[in-house]
């Protein structure tokens, strides 16, 4: 997905148009908010809304703030971390 060569921002961008991680932040909501599959289905966040959950996650107004703050880059680093280990159990 990401390399050396693209900025973070790039990375991020490319990140929350994946309808897999869209797929992960619906399985974090319903595990955070205990709902079920039923109460909130696959697909519910679109792009917009995981570039939205990115820059409330990251602390940032601007998805380019990442290649500014490096606690923002961490955790957006983070963010990816999880999402990779999810994709690995959830989607093989």
């Not at 319903?30 to 909130?40: A, I, N, P, S």
């Not at 697909?43 to 602390?59: F, L, S, Y």
């Amino acid at each position: 997905m990401t390399t050396d060569r693209q900025s973070l921002a790039q990375q991020a961008g490319m990140l929350c148009n994946l309808p897999a991680f869209g797929r992960y932040l619906d399985a974090r909501a319903r595990r955070d908010k205990g709902l079920t599959r039923e109460q909130l289905p696959d697909g519910t966040h679109n792009a917009e809304d995981a570039a939205d959950a990115m820059r409330r996650a990251c602390g940032v107004e601007s998805r380019a703030d990442l290649d500014r703050d490096e606690q923002a880059a961490a955790m957006f680093r983070r963010i990816v971390a999880d999402f990779g280990r999810w994709k690995r159990r959830n989607e093989a």
